[in-house]
């Protein structure tokens, strides 16, 4: 069990540049989800997937933010155009969901973030 | 709609002293809840779960949380805080495993 990475751990653009983020979830997972935490609140839910499909995006997710996992696998976050407000740390969790492994169910294992700044 | 009240943005205790750390849940159907640890730089960790199996729940380092559905709480304790115990404390909501909805955490300072 590798664990959740996510790559790059920090990322300073400038506002107006485009930025992507990749994901890669503990091997067996089918479910990946987004979250984003700014500076003394809480993580905050953006998006998952089961396998290569979206199913849920938060309104928070505006139409500058497009999230990918096409093989069902690795995921990318990319943001377009960014701005001072998108300065967060993105946070990329895994989960199984399924009867094959009885009690480890419903965890989401998380990686150690991006550090996004955007000055 | 879940949410999740943490009051008290940062707690300090003794160390040896007792630690408590308060979360209420909003939730229309059973929920499930959590308990993540978040030390600096790192991602959450997840010290522990309840999905109606018990109402007192043991998770890892010596915490153990205690769901009541009167109360619509789900309070983390430790009898005795160590230095190591020195970090962020979110609690968390969840249904279906689609999201989780987290408090606005606790950091906690472990005093010599």
């Known amino acids: 069990d590798t664990g959740v990475s996510q790559d790059p751990r920090h990322k300073i653009t400038k506002r107006g540049q485009n930025v992507t983020f990749r994901c890669d979830p503990i091997?067996?997972?089918?479910?990946l989800y987004w979250y984003r935490q700014t500076l003394g609140q809480g993580p905050e839910f953006l998006t998952y997937?089961?396998?290569?499909?979206?199913?849920?995006k938060s309104r928070l997710l505006s139409d500058r933010f497009s999230a990918e996992r096409p093989k069902g696998s690795f995921s990318t976050l990319e943001i377009q155009r960014t701005e001072q407000g998108d300065s967060a740390m993105y946070l990329c969790?895994?989960?199984?969901?399924?009867?094959?492994?009885?009690?480890?169910?419903?965890?989401?294992?998380f990686g150690a973030g991006t550090r996004l700044s955007v000055l | 709609a879940q949410s999740v009240t943490q009051l008290g943005s940062h707690v300090s205790v003794s160390e040896g002293a007792l630690v408590l750390l308060r979360c209420n849940y909003s939730s229309s159907v059973p929920p499930y809840l959590f308990w993540y640890v978040q030390y600096p730089n790192q991602g959450l960790q997840l010290l522990l779960k309840y999905t109606s199996a018990a109402t007192l729940v043991k998770g890892i380092n010596g915490f153990e949380a205690e769901f009541k559905k009167s109360e619509t709480s789900f309070h983390l304790t430790k009898p005795s805080a160590h230095m190591s115990d020195a970090a962020e404390y979110f609690c968390a909501v969840g249904y279906g495993n689609n999201r989780l909805a987290f408090g606005k955490g606790n950091q906690v300072v472990v005093i010599p």
């Open positions: 091997s067996e997972h089918n479910r």
């Open positions: 997937f089961q396998n290569e499909a979206q199913l849920e």
């Open positions: 969790a895994s989960s199984l969901e399924g009867p094959s492994m009885p009690g480890k169910r419903d965890i989401q294992y």
